[in-house]
């Protein structure tokens, strides 16, 4: 083994022998901690413009309180995309922020398995996080057994529609079961109407259609053991999944062509009225109805129906890691329970809380609140493109798009995808 | 004397460019996942990897689609475009203006614009295909196999025509104007004196629009990135979006490197030809 | 599929222009033909600017290939504030004006030196040279990153100058030699002989000379420099530093994109690249050099 920042480090000396750099701090990238009574903290986040200034004035609060320092710095952009890059070359190079927000699942767990995040059990502990945060959202932060981040919302995913649409085609209730949703597809589609808005450009959106069609005819019990590798993808349910995707297709019950749409545009489609129904979270009320200047009233949301009990759904999580070489790793731990108080989260506006007390509020976004006040309090299963490591998740995903098109049998894709897991778990 | 005049230049890019490359290059050679604080050694294993890797040769086979398209195409249409507005036409700056704002795009409006236009059920090419009764030929041009990469090579040209326009009407000025006045009289047609003239006069230039458009189709990697992601599955994926993939994404540094050392390679087998015929015509 | 019309349209129009020897109504049928090539070409950019000028909730409920139901100009004033342009555009700019001419100068340097003085290893450095084309920069940015930080310049816009100086210089170092070597040497001979030094030479026959090359040059490497985003991403940090490219972020959001805003803000970020282009252009073909290289 090579220790790999003895090499870089090497890197930065023959920069200063070249008589370029005026150096400042010569073995700053050494990997040594500061000093442990710092005052300073600087928090890394990619949050927008619309919420960045809420968290800073919280952030302030928090100074005040502690007598801190705290900086913001935020890297806004459609998500999984520069944020983990930006975010690996600061810790590779240099210290890094003290704490940052990162999505679970497989987007976290690179920085825990490389222990760039600190494990944070201790302080799960002494805060008492175990008992205040919803303890689905804690297994998302959760790597291998090491509670490497702490949670802070959990998003779940539901159908989000379009009233008069579905009015239009006579359906006149949500769906409850599969057979039932089939069914209101058929009637939408016969009154002109694209059913579900979806777009599998970057794979992900056209993911929770697969994941959901899963969940329907595999169960919870099988569903989580195939996402394990527990028991293997070639067989009968995966099968039943894989053809009941291409029959969507086929029934035009999604967009021609879906998976090269790009799923920002294609989810607002139901806003639109140029699909009946999507596939997301709750950020879509205030995001794509309320941002198209629509009313609340005039749209819906349901739980898709997998006929199982429980009845899931997918979501993720997100939350916020502390760096393992930072020099107030309890000052840190401190601004992260602070930012999880109820009190923080309303501040925020947060409407996904995964602590009590948090509620979005019923006038203003009234879905949102009928979402939390019923499914989000019901257990999920992990969205897959977190359940898999990112190369994997393409390669599911590369066989749901050949699927899709026609260039592979659901028997194959099945036998596909267990041959990526076997692969993944070796 | 002449490396006072070599050395400032040379001096920068050693430092920022050659040496990082180079330190990189290192990790061609391990099994780094480029976020952890160790690797090991694994020789040239990435390397060996690579022929068994389906999407290596799919990108590869991509590669060399888009760099024939999208170095004959601009060329082809960039000399058109730079001897017309060379010439006697009307309205010079702003027809040239217009040739060359697509290059000054950031690329996310390049995708999304083109996005729009391509959407299968509302976008402006299949609208127009069905108003003119063409229906059969309109389809979802991101959203399969079959036309994703020849979509986003329609994108890199509308992008990228601008830029051997510039370089050949910079060069069409180096060609003195007695040589078609002496042609005129000599009663040579327009197209006698472009290819007699034009053509040969443009040589250096030719070598030089080539090859940085062989070396640029060789490392494409933004446009399709932000277009199509590499998709439909791997679909459009290229050496360029494949090496970020395994770099970034799939923690697997050490062969995304390797994959970019392969890239590197293959453009120095084609700066071959070009840096001969150069270092020839001013033989030292 | 628009694309294809200029290809068919211009090879004939030479022919046609050609043929036709009346002074009068010379270019007449060139410039028809140019401008609907260019009415196509220019046609994407349309829903850019139609898609800066509708609000938000106007394009979030209709989509972006329908007709706006009202135009307005708010876009332009919120985008300068969500991009932070007040600031990006000054920091951009300080970047450009430290950046492009001294890349353009020392690649000139190194140009001059590779096609008119007798410098050993010629051939290798156009190797090494060329191979920097190739190299891409997400490759480099982690050792990048530590020389920045062992230096003290993260986080601030010095630290961009040094490797965007190195990514430019081998295009404006092959692109300029080509041009630089087309320089008769009886020019450089007789001002030699004239007793002038390689510095004289350089400043007052090369330099002049190679004018169109230097600015389009200039031009490319201001375009590239004003865009680029991935060293301004991966060394700035706090919002004072930021560019106009990392400051476009602002439009994203990690579920959904201020997408007219965003409009709005790329017509911002782009304008003065045009502008510039336009005046700048006229060097290009302006005629400067037409007579000096007839030798």
């Known amino acids: 083994m090579i220790n790999r920042r003895k090499f870089l480090g090497l890197s930065g000396g023959a920069a200063i022998a070249a008589g370029l750099a005026a150096c400042t701090g010569t073995s700053s990238d050494s990997g040594s901690t500061t000093s442990t009574g710092s005052k300073e903290l600087r928090l890394f986040t990619y949050e927008d413009n619309s919420t960045i200034d809420l968290l800073k004035e919280q952030v302030k609060k928090f100074d005040t309180q502690n007598g801190t320092t705290t900086t913001v710095d935020s890297l806004p952009g459609s998500g999984a995309a520069v944020y983990p890059d930006k975010l690996r070359t600061e810790l590779l190079g240099g210290k890094g922020p003290d704490v940052w927000r990162i999505w679970g699942g497989q987007i976290g767990a690179p920085f825990v398995k490389a222990k760039q995040a600190m494990d944070l059990s201790t302080y799960y502990q002494k805060y008492g996080w175990d008992s205040k945060i919803n303890p689905a959202a804690v297994e998302g932060m959760t790597f291998d057994g090491v509670k490497g981040g702490m949670p802070f919302i959990a998003l779940g995913i539901g159908g989000w529609y379009s009233k008069a649409a579905f009015a239009k085609a006579g359906v006149t209730a949500p769906p409850k079961t599969y057979a039932e949703l089939e069914e209101a597809n058929a009637k939408l589609l016969k009154s002109g109407i694209t059913p579900l808005g979806t777009g599998g450009k970057y794979g992900w959106h056209v993911m929770r259609l697969f994941e959901y069609l899963l969940e329907t005819s595999a169960g919870p019990d099988l569903h989580d053991k195939l996402l394990t590798g527990d028991e293997s993808w070639d067989r009968p349910e995966v099968v039943t999944a894989f053809t009941n995707f291409k029959k969507w297709q086929d029934q035009k019950w999604i967009p021609d062509g879906a998976v090269g749409l790009d799923p920002a545009e294609v989810e607002l489609w139901y806003v639109q009225g140029k699909s009946a129904y999507t596939i997301t979270g709750p950020w879509t009320e205030a995001q794509g109805i309320q941002a198209g200047g629509k009313k609340s009233e005039d749209f819906g949301v349901f739980e898709f129906p997998t006929d199982h009990d429980p009845l899931r759904h997918s979501g993720f999580v997100e939350g916020y890691m502390i760096n393992a070489k930072t020099g107030n790793p309890d000052m840190a731990a401190a601004l992260l329970d602070f930012l999880n108080q109820p009190e923080t989260h309303k501040a925020l506006k947060i409407t996904a809380s995964v602590v009590a007390g948090a509620e979005p509020d019923q006038a203003t976004l009234p879905l949102s609140y009928e979402w939390a006040q019923g499914p989000a309090k019901k257990p999920f299963y992990t969205i897959q493109d977190q359940a898999f490591p990112k190369k994997e998740a393409d390669q599911y995903f590369a066989i749901q798009s050949d699927v899709l098109q026609g260039k592979t049998s659901p028997a194959d894709a099945a036998k596909k995808m267990q041959d990526v897991i076997k692969a993944m778990k070796k | 004397m002449a490396w006072v005049f070599a050395a400032p230049a040379l001096l920068v890019y050693v430092v920022f460019l050659v040496y990082p490359a180079l330190s990189s290059l290192w990790f061609s050679f391990t099994d780094w996942d480029g976020l952890s604080a160790t690797y090991n050694v694994v020789g040239l294993q990435n390397y060996k990897d690579m022929p068994h890797d389906p999407v290596v040769v799919q990108a590869a086979i991509n590669n060399l689609i888009w760099a024939v398209v999208t170095v004959v195409v601009p060329v082809v249409l960039g000399l058109t475009l730079a001897v017309v507005l060379n010439g006697k036409v009307r309205g010079k700056p702003f027809l040239r203006l217009i040739f060359y704002t697509p290059a000054v795009l950031p690329l996310v409006s390049v995708a999304s614009i083109w996005g729009w236009l391509y959407n299968p059920q509302y976008g402006a090419i299949n609208a127009f295909l069905r108003a003119v009764g063409l229906d059969s030929l309109a389809q979802p041009w991101l959203g399969q196999d079959s036309t994703a990469l020849g979509a986003t090579m329609v994108a890199a040209i509308w992008l990228r025509v601008g830029f051997p326009m510039l370089l050949y009407l910079a060069a069409l000025q180096g060609i003195s104007p007695d040589l078609y006045e002496a042609a005129t009289v000599d009663g040579a047609g327009k197209w006698q004196q472009f290819w007699h003239i034009t053509m040969p006069g443009l040589r250096p230039a030719h070598y030089v629009v080539i090859a940085l458009s062989v070396i640029d189709s060789f490392k494409v990697f933004d446009l399709i990135y932000a277009m199509t992601y590499g998709g439909p599955g791997t679909a459009t994926q290229v050496m360029g979006t494949w090496m970020y993939f395994n770099v970034f994404q799939y923690n697997q540094a050490g062969y995304g490197t390797a994959i970019a050392v392969v890239i590197t390679l293959v453009a120095v087998v084609v700066s071959v030809p070009y840096v001969r015929s150069q270092t020839k015509e001013h033989a030292v | ?295």
């Open chain 3, 1 to 295: 599929m628009t694309s294809v019309v200029p290809t068919a349209a211009l090879p004939d129009t030479i022919v046609t222009t050609g043929e036709k020897n009346k002074p009068k109504n010379q270019g007449i049928g060139t410039t028809i033909v140019m401008v609907l090539a260019a009415l196509v070409w220019i046609s994407p950019l349309v829903l850019l600017v139609i898609t800066a000028l509708r609000p938000l909730s106007d394009f979030v409920a209709h989509g972006p290939l329908s007709w706006p139901g009202e135009l307005t100009v708010k876009n332009f004033t919120q985008a300068w504030d969500i991009g932070n342009f007040a600031t990006t555009y000054r920091n951009s700019t300080i970047v450009l004006i430290l950046k492009v001419p001294l890349g353009v100068f020392v690649s000139a340097m190194l140009a001059y030196a590779l096609a008119k003085l007798r410098i050993r290893f010629g051939a290798a450095i156009m190797y090494t040279v060329f191979l920097g084309l190739t190299i891409p920069i997400y490759i480099t940015i982690v050792p990048v990153f530590v020389m920045a930080r062992s230096a003290g310049i993260t986080d601030s816009l010095v630290g961009l100058i040094g490797p965007y100086l190195a990514f430019g210089i081998p295009f404006e170092v092959l692109v300029l030699q080509s041009f630089i070597r087309q320089i008769p040497d009886e020019i450089v001979e007789a001002a030699r002989i004239d007793g002038a030094g390689a510095w004289r030479i350089f400043l007052t026959i090369v330099l002049p000379l190679s004018a169109p090359a230097l600015v389009t040059v200039l031009i490319l490497d201001a375009v590239a420099t004003w865009n680029e985003f991935l060293f301004a991403l991966i060394l700035l940090n706090s919002d004072a530093h930021k560019t106009i490219p990392v400051g476009l972020l602002n439009f994203q959001g990690q579920f959904s994109n201020n997408s007219t805003g965003l409009a709005a803000g790329i017509l911002i970020a782009v304008v003065p690249i045009l502008i510039a282009y336009t005046f700048l252009q006229r060097w290009i073909v302006g005629g400067l050099t037409a007579g000096a290289s007839k030798g």
